[in-house]
């Protein structure tokens, strides 16, 4: 291998710059999780304050907003943070994502629950909007991807039934559908939030349609940095033990 031909303070130095990106990556994500945080958190908050009036409908966009805005958000984030870690550490992790998707998957079913006896109630039809069209698709997608990561929790003692090369793809699909189905849910709330109900031209409206996609941008910038921070570790990893094994060589 070429390392063989290189100093070890060259492949120290390499070693440090690699970890020294991740480190400076680290701290625009810290900014970019707290920005997630706080917009997630506002918009749920003021949906909260100024919609629930009583009314049956009212209950539908604070309920989603509160299971797709806030609770899916935060899950998906443990996500991203899980990966580094194993051991232990990586289980309470992955159990707190799992918790938070449940959570949020029940604020869902409340959601769809309410939107859809309302409809009944007033004698309208279902499904005619793309917006209606699009909730459900994510409304079902949540429910499957919440089931396929129950399988991919190697912790409950299902995903040992499957071949080693299905564990991969059960793996792979909940994470990759997972994202799909965040950025249909950022595509369906922006649809509803442009609907006659929920855009009557006041300003806090305005700052609900600007937050859902600075969130759902945010996110999908952290995860994308997530994945190349991983493979940055690794390689760095790697550097260290052929290091380590061209000194034992060497000694």
Partial sequence: PIIRELPSRVVQGGIAIRCGRVVEGRMWQQKAEWGVHGLALATVVTMAATQLDGTL????????????VLMMTEAILGAIKFRNHSGEERVRRITAHMLMNFAGVASIIVGFATIYVNKNRLGKMHYTSTHGKLGLAVFIMSILLLAVGLVSFRKLGVLQFFPDSLQKLIKRAHRLGGLTCYVLVIVTIELGLQSPSM???????????????????????????GFTDRNRFKQARVLVSEMERLDVDIN
């Fill in 57 to 68: 409908f009212r209950y539908h966009p604070v309920t989603m907003s509160l299971g797709f």
């Fill in 199 to 225: 855009n009557t031209g006041q300003f806090i409206e305005k700052f609900w349609q600007f937050s859902v996609v600075v969130v759902g941008l945010l996110l999908l910038a952290l995860a994308f940095a």
